[in-house]
């Protein structure tokens, strides 16, 4: 019997690398082959205007606000055309994103959907938070995190090794090779460098007090990487 992975989630939430981590699994887990449709058993919807009815269970992937709109509000610059470094600290664009991002939260972030934070579930370097916390993402505590979510979704079980295994492998630049194809300079590739880290900060150090109280039914979600 095929089963359909539900996930829903807003762009720059994880999507990508939870579909791509599927896919690997569905190619190397022969329990798994039963998810064989041409999206590897995945049913996956971002919902921008929260209007679909999609029936449960589904896997809900979130991120710290202010990161997620400011990746969004990057994307949206590139895709009309714009550099990608047009210092979009500055663009005004957020304010539409920022206003979509929290209209589904209100729809999907509940006890009735297995919530995946972004942090808990891809890879990342201990460091000093904006709040000022330390942290950093074991493989071991992602792994569970992936074996909470399959539990949730009835999926077949994944030896723990074999998916540390497939963690290992599907990093953030393999899910934008994927993606984008290996030349350097294909939009994504950027998302890898310490220029659009840097230009994230002046982002957040801008507009983070409106973020925060935008957010403030939210708070949980700040600083989710």
């Not at 994307?75 to 663009?91: C, E, L």
């Not at 589904?104 to 904006?130: A, G, P, T, W």
């Not at 979704?153 to 290992?168: I, S, W, Y």
């Not at 039914?217 to 990487?225: A, H, M, N, S």
Request: net charge positive; charged share 30%.
């Amino acid at each position: 019997m095929k089963q359909k992975i539900k996930i829903v989630g807003y762009p720059r939430t994880g999507n990508q690398f939870v579909i791509t981590l599927i896919r690997y699994l569905t190619e190397n887990q022969s329990n798994w082959k039963n998810l064989d449709d041409s999206w590897s058993g995945v049913w996956h919807s971002h919902d921008l205007r929260c209007e679909e009815k999609i029936s449960r269970p589904i896997v809900y992937l979130c991120r710290d606000p202010i990161t997620t709109i400011y990746s969004m509000s990057v994307a949206n610059d590139r895709s009309a055309g714009t550099p990608i470094y047009r210092s979009s600290s500055d663009s005004e664009n957020y304010v539409e994103f920022m206003k979509e991002y929290h209209k589904h939260l209100q729809k999907y972030y509940n006890k009735n959907n297995f919530i995946v934070k972004y942090r808990s579930i891809v890879e990342s370097r201990s460091h000093r938070s904006r709040l000022g916390k330390t942290y950093s993402t074991p493989l071991s505590a992602r792994v569970d995190t992936f074996q909470k979510m399959f539990d949730f979704l009835n999926l077949p079980h994944v030896k723990e090794g074999d998916l540390a295994e497939a963690l290992a492998t599907v990093n953030k630049k393999y899910v934008i090779e994927k993606i984008s194809g290996p030349n350097p300079y294909y939009y994504n590739h950027h998302l890898l460098t310490n220029r659009y880290k840097q230009d994230r900060k002046r982002f957040s150090d801008k507009h983070e007090t409106v973020f925060y109280e935008f957010y403030n039914d939210y708070k949980e979600l700040f600083d989710e990487g």
